[in-house]
């Protein structure tokens, strides 16, 4: 009988130990909650994306430029082919969009037409960015300039203003 009551206190003892090893609430960071899931969630009306509109309403980028005469010497107009014309345009959206002042961007049309397009830095006006830009026309050898200034609107068309 004497053996059992001996080993109430070395029980008792390792009970404690191992109570205090645990971790204690103290220890534990209490933090915010999240709501759990619930049935009510379930019953909430679905959400739809607003509707984007037609694909006819959206225009290109590139609209603003594909009028060749605002940017292309007028006395030469009558001798470009419509692959001349689209080549032009090309290449001075792509010039005032993404060109390196000063660095030209050449162009290759029909029957040895050939122009290059240089830019100049942006510079912002009325919280506009504009740029300054000299389109060459190479036709029959002979060189047509056309120097302006282009302004980027809010919906990235290019116009010339002068």
Known sequence: MQQPVRALPVLAML???????GPSTSDIAVGPTLPQPN???ATQPTITPASLPATTAIQPTTVAMNDVSAFVDGSIL???TAKD???AASA???ALTFGRPGAP????GDKGVAGSVTVGPYVRVNNIDC????????????PHARKGTACRDATGNWSVTG
């Open 92 to 94: 001075q959206f792509n």
């Open 105 to 108: 961007r050449t162009w290759n």
């Open 131 to 142: 740029r300054d830009f000299t389109h060459t026309v190479t036709v029959g050898g002979a």
């Open 15 to 21: 009970l404690l130990a191992g109570c205090s090893m």
């Open 85 to 87: 014309k689209s080549e």
């Open 39 to 41: 049935s009510t969630l």
């Open 78 to 80: 009558g001798q470009l």
